[in-house]
T-cell receptor, first 116, second 114 residues
């Protein structure tokens, strides 16, 4: 079974702090994604990566950056956290060779981030 | 510009009856569609998918129907069970697009009443 893990389930930070959210997958997937989920807005893509050291902006990249130094690990960075970044953050991974599971993304459990 | 739309934020049905969740899309390049289910405080889990070359895919109690001409798909759950209560997200993908990125709808909260 694919396993995607996220470093924290719940996190509370102060405005202006630098925040790191870590995601690790164990299935050698090429693609990794960061989303945020907010009520009434669904899942919105922040950034994704299709290879080590490669990244592409999603729909809402402002205020975020990412790092992918190893294939299994994808980090989301909030350089200076703000209250409007309070949200549920979800990491996902997928494989280019998914076969019948074409484009299926496997999600981690999420990190509920609160910025005070 | 919302390319995948779930126009019903919520749906309530009785246990044992059919649940029908709807999804519309605007991008004609989408060729693969997925439904995800999400419980509170958990990540979404894959439920069922359908390729654009098909109009129906069935897996147990779950059936997805695709009407390409109307750019519409629906998820049928029969019979509905209280454990099906969750948020359901419709997602779509375009082959040849940006590395299999998925575009999600805003979700529909399904409540199945005992």
């Amino acid at each position: 079974d694919v396993k995607v893990t996220q470093s924290s389930r719940y996190l509370v930070k102060r405005t202006g702090e630098k925040v790191f959210l870590e995601c690790v997958q164990d299935m050698d997937h090429e693609n990794m994604f960061w989303y945020r989920q907010d009520p009434g807005l669904g899942l919105r893509l922040i950034y994704f990566s299709y290879d080590v050291k490669m990244k592409e902006k999603g729909d809402i990249p402002e205020g975020y950056s990412v790092s992918r130094e190893k294939k299994e690990r994808f980090s989301l960075i909030l350089e200076s956290a703000s209250t409007n970044q309070t949200s549920m953050y979800l990491c996902a991974s997928s494989s280019l060779l998914a076969g019948t599971l074409y484009n299926e993304q496997f999600f981690g459990p999420g990190t509920r981030l609160t910025v005070l | 510009d919302q390319q995948v739309k779930q126009n019903s934020p919520s749906l309530s049905v009785q246990e044992g009856r059919i649940s029908i969740l709807n999804c519309d899309y605007t991008n004609s390049m989408f060729d693969y569609f997925l439904w995800y289910k999400k419980y509170p405080a958990e990540g979404p889990t894959f439920l069922i998918s359908i390729s654009s070359i098909k109009d129906k895919n069935e897996d147990g109690r779950f059936t997805v129907f695709l009407n390409k001409s109307a750019k519409h798909l629906s998820l049928h759950i029969v019979p509905s069970q209280p454990g099906d209560s969750a948020v359901y997200f419709c997602a779509a993908s375009a082959r040849g697009g940006s590395n299999y990125k998925l575009t999600f709808g805003k979700g529909t909260l399904l409540t199945v009443n005992p």
